[in-house]
């Protein structure tokens, strides 16, 4: 199976569901909310709410699940060892030692936790690029950022940028599959060895993924010139963005739902 089927962020799942006709501004403010909710509420409680959340988001979005639950394995590595720390660094009542290190109750509930963190943070995230086209996305980031035009912030190239990043995201790491495939046909192995022989086997492939990244960036940036690209000065929209009661409700829906698992972490902090 390609790696590229792991990766969710920058991914666009047309279909018809309720996630993808609510307007793009009203699904990245519920995002970037959600994301700073996960970090600043602190117990194990609060993170399951957000997780029983989390397969009602999915079913209404009418996106493969497994297209979702995908895009956690490329950070399973770092999940681990951010459970690691937690686990051995964390002090508290000692349930076991491992010759000097210690696993405390404490360390175990905020391994737990950590990891949740991290593994919502991407699902929510990819929920978000799988239920919204690329220029939607743009469109939406562009429209919040509107206030800061007034201060000669650029808001239209800060969105474009924001949103061809995302969508290099799975580019880059299908042409870094390809580069490893090719390697792996003249003899390469990327499987066996130590850490340190592991990496130094991908040494060869760096050199020609960074060399296809900028072949890809010149290519888009000659596109957008001979299409006379010139910021967002003067540009209209075939469908205007539009504000109505269907995002009311959704934000309402989830504005009541943080406030639950609010009061819900306050009484178990």
């Not at 993170?47 to 493969?64: D, Q």
């Not at 681990?80 to 109750?105: D, E, K, Q, Y």
């Not at 799988?130 to 950022?145: N, Q």
């Not at 299908?174 to 066996?192: D, V």
């Amino acid at each position: 199976m390609s790696f590229i089927s792991h990766i969710a962020i920058g991914q666009y799942i047309p279909a018809e569901s309720y996630i993808h006709r609510l307007d793009p501004r009203c699904k990245i403010l519920i995002t970037i909310i959600l994301m700073i909710e996960i970090f600043m509420f602190k117990t194990f409680y609060s993170m399951l709410l957000w997780g029983i959340f989390l397969p009602i988001i999915i079913h209404y979005s009418r996106v493969p699940i497994l297209a979702v639950l995908r895009s956690v394995k490329p950070i399973v590595i770092f999940i681990i060892f951010t459970s690691f720390i937690h686990l051995f660094g964390t002090t508290g009542r000692v349930l076991f030692a491992i010759g000097p290190l210690s696993v405390t109750a404490e360390g175990c509930v905020h391994a737990v936790t950590m990891s949740l963190r991290l593994i919502y943070l991407v699902l929510y995230a990819g929920i978000l690029t799988l239920t919204t086209s690329p220029s939607k996305l743009s469109d939406g980031i562009e429209s919040l950022m509107t206030p800061f035009k007034t201060i000669g912030f650029p808001a239209h190239e800060v969105a474009m940028m924001i949103t061809i990043a995302l969508r290099f995201i799975p580019t880059l790491f299908e042409e870094t599959n390809r580069i490893i495939k090719s390697q792996m046909s003249r003899g390469a192995n990327f499987n066996t060895g130590g850490l340190m022989e592991r990496a130094k086997a991908y040494i060869p492939v760096l050199i020609p993924m960074f060399a296809l990244v900028f072949m890809r960036a010149d290519t888009l940036a000659t596109a957008m010139e001979s299409r006379c690209y010139r910021g967002g000065v003067g540009r209209t929209r075939m469908h205007p963005l539009t504000w109505s009661i269907r995002e009311n409700i959704a934000m309402l829906f989830f504005l009541l739902l943080s406030v639950f698992v609010y009061f819900v972490d306050r009484k178990f902090v």
